[in-house]
């Protein structure tokens, strides 16, 4: 593969000077959690390998990830990962389209057989065989299995391809599935968010193209530096959380003192993911830090545990205003109130006991 | 030193000297002491833990619905030096580890102690003379039958509710508090690398906060049914309740063999 130019190339061909890339080196190190040590590594990785190829294939989605990836904080880091992955296949990034894109995925798929990587943005609907997501005049998840087949390893962009978001939220009438499901033998990493951060994005990208190997990840499958941790635990008003102060109600002085949105329905600690840190938009803001609470939107089903604004999740199945409370008030007010009927009956029928022995007794 | 008690006839012994002396102790009461059995069952491990179980959860109950249901906003000093939800929160895992270990308590205390230990943890199904005694029992509680049987130990329907809401209860208490107690000590602490699996396995943990709510109802529910049978037990049954949680001794109140 030695006609394939390695990534300082490709960087260098960008117009990138040497040192704006030493420096884009020590950024994703410390992006990735790795010591200074890791710095030179990471460049001669970078000078020596031949870069990795990366198709990117679009299903059911909003392309929130993509426009995500393209605002990177760090431009250089954008521009660098997308020229290298642009060269390959992504349709919404690419300047062919028709039958030349559909061409250009069959070459790459050739051209790197077992050695490119699958960016899956999306995912399939499985429902009448598919039909919900048709990509190229077939349905989306074969396009996704064939794209699979010669992969090296899967990343699972976003909510959509590892959990299903929110064309799978209940009742799910396409079926939409995400992507470990459908695809079951290769290495998937999830990336989710919806969308996942850029930061977090490149950042994963950068260190499977670097060392040629997944990020150590958690139980499900996330890389642990980025979902290591909940946004509670590093949330900047988790000292509120402790006090005791909360925002009571949406515009109240509370909420201009800026204390915790816990009572608002803040899912911060239910949900893994960098924004507490990392934040968005080149390090702005992100969404605690603007007034609202954490959505969860980088969690498993987060379309179907109730409102956003609730910390106690609605249970729909008894009813849409029920929560554990209400049905646990209920249960236990039915108890109480049977317990107190009884009480009652067993008093009365104690009562005609005594005065029926008397008169036995006399 | 002669063998004289109220139990074996003697026309020596006169019960309740002193009681009789102040008038207190009619001839009926002294006829009926002469008589009545007592029996012991509850070894003391067994009644301190039920005594800190309850205590325990009454404290879980009461910092579980204030973590998930906070107080009113309150500012008396900066928050830094302010921690009212955080106590609330070290309230419920000081009684949460409490409970946890005197749960791993009971257990071992229901192998090496006495029979009675161990009917916390049983349901005999497949024993069918206590099927008989689920019916009757069942029978007295919707007062189709006038008069309560005997029993040393738990009364079958109680043995029923006490495996289901507490042996499995505090069991699904436990494990799913110690999942969420996992996720804010985070990977590599000791309860994550216990119970880290629960929160891969369910994904999204505002699930596990929901189970765990629930099953604070369920225990609520178990609560308000116990402490009812046990005190109208005490009152209306053949045989002492309450006490019984804190002396050990089981006392029937007449002498007719079942
Ligand atoms: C009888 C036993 C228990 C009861 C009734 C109880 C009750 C509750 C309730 C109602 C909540 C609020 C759930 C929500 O967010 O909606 C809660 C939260 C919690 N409980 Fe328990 N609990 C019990 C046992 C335990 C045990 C054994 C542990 C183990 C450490 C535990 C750890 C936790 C944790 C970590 C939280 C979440 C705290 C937070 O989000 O800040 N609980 N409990
Ligand atoms: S705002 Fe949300 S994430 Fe931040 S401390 Fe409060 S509950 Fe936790
Ligand atoms: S703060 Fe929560 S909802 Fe908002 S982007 Fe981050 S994970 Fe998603």
Known sequence: MSQIETFYEVMRKQGITRRSFMKYCSLTASALGLGP?????????????????????????????????????????????????????SETLMAAAGHHAEAALEETIEKYKGNYILAVEGNPPLNEDGMFCIVGGKPFVEQLKHAAQHAKAVISWGACASYGCVQAAKPNPTQATPVHKVITDKPIIKVPGCPPIAEVMTGVITYMLTFDRLPELDRQGRPAMFYGQRIHDKC???????????????????????????????????????????????????????????IGCSEDGFWDQGSFYNRVTDLTQFGIEANADKVGMTAAGVVG????????VSALRAAQRKTQDKKEEA | ??????????????????????????????ESIRKRTSVFVYEWPVRLWHWVNALCITVLIATGWLIADPLPTMTFAEATHQFVMGYVRFAHFAAAQILTIGFFGRIYWAIVGNHHARQLFYVPILNKRWWREVVFEIKWYLFLEREPKKYVGHNPLAQIAMFFFMTLGITFMIITGWALYAEGAQAGSLSHNVMGWLIGWVGNTQFLHSVHHLGMWFIVIFMIVHIYAAIREDILSRQSMVSTMISGTRTFKDDRPD
Not at chain 1, 59 to 75: D, K, M, N, Q, V
Not at chain 1, 270 to 294: D, K
Not at chain 2, 10 to 23: A, F, Q
Request: hydrophobic fraction near 35%.
């Open chain 1, 337 to 344: 109130a049977g317990v107190a009927a009884h009480a009652a």
């Open chain 2, 1 to 30: 030193m002669t063998e004289q008690s109220i139990h074996t006839p003697n026309p020596d012994v006169y019960p309740l000297e002193s009681s009789r002396l102040t008038g207190d102790a009619t001839a009926q009461d002294i």
């Open chain 1, 236 to 294: 900047y008003r988790r000292p509120h959380f402790d006090a005791g102060q909360f925002v009571e109600h949406w515009d109240d002085e509370n909420a201009r003192k800026g204390f915790c949105l816990y009572k608002m329905g803040c899912k911060g600690p239910t949900t893994y993911n960098a924004c507490s840190t990392v934040r968005w938009n080149e390090g702005t803001s992100f969404p605690i830090q603007s007034g609202h609470g954490c």
């Open chain 1, 37 to 89: 040590a890791f710095v030179p590594q990471i460049a001669h990785a970078m000078e020596t390998k031949p870069r990795t190829p990366v198709i990117w294939v679009n299903g059911l989605e909003c392309t929130c990830c993509s426009e995500s990836f393209i605002r990177g904080a760090h431009p250089l880091a954008k521009d660098v990962v997308l020229s290298m992955i642009s060269l390959d296949y």
